[in-house]
């Protein structure tokens, strides 16, 4: 059996341990695995690598993917995908293992559904926002970036008597900066799933300055919509159609200091979080995927995702994966809001 591997997307720690995970079970069964490189340009441009099991034996804790990554979406040309398919003829593919976000399994899906190719996919995203699954590998590591440089921060925000904004990641998913939030006891948390409200925000860190409260933390996920008149998105699309997102932490944070008066910092963490290696939690559960989507491969089970559903591994169909994003479980934000709705008299924002 000849099975190839390839990862798509932004880049997340954990994916050199998928790979290894998928690379060993396969040769265990007597199978040949290959890596494609760059994702989908990869099988489209014919770029790949043999992957034993002694080259993948010691990547576990690494981060980023030895099999190189790129948004590139086939299904942006039919000569593109007409390519692909030939390429995946002429290695004489059984089965091909994706692993990757939304836009990767999209593709992974439509492949499968159209073509009949063999595919099963493994989910990956540090945003967390993929469907079927309770969580993808690489959103532990990065919680834990922004845990990190939240506890320097404070420290810094405290001598200075500053606020401070840190911008995460999380695309349209407030994953990211609800749970880092609520570990680092943020004092206010800005999601893209509940509309800014930035009268109670200000009253909130004004409140906190007249209490004697040195410093004030507020997370605020890439994503946020500002009120009317405040442009934060670049305009360019990626061949997925995504605006790439950042800087809402800048237009937030001089909103903040005009309104306030009190002098207001910001940090874009970006690409920290998806950078340097996977906490122990992504290795376990990136090995766990791998294992089980080799299994799904050696069973022939293809048009299959290994997911997570409370602590067992599964198998979910990938139209179910990806049939729409995985918003942030509305739970999670009305925990954290008792810290900054709870010790103020306005009421709660009613959840949508
Ligand atoms: O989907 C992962 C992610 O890191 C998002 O959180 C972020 O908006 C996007 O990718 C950034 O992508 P790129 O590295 O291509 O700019």
Redesign the pocket.
Known sequence: MRVGILTG??DCPGLNAVIRAVVRKIHNAGGEAVGILEGWRGLVEDRTRPLTVEETDGIIGQGGTILFSS?TNPFKSPDKVEKLRQVFRRHQFDALVAIG?EDTLGVAHRLHREFDLPIVGVPK???NDLSATDFTFGFDTAINVVVEAVDRLRTTAESHRRIMIVET???HAGWIACLSGIAVGADYILVPEVPVNLDHLCEVLRRRREQGRPSSIVVVS?GVTLPEGTVVQQTQL?EFGHV??GGIGAALASLVENRLGIETRYVILG?LQ?GGPPTAYDRVLATRFGIKAAELVLNGQFGQMAALRGTEIVAVPLAQAVAEIKKLDLRYYEEAQEWFFGAYTQPRTSLP
């Open positions: 997307g932004g948004r976000g995203t540090i945003d990641m999380g695309r890439e990626d790439r997102l690409h998806r």
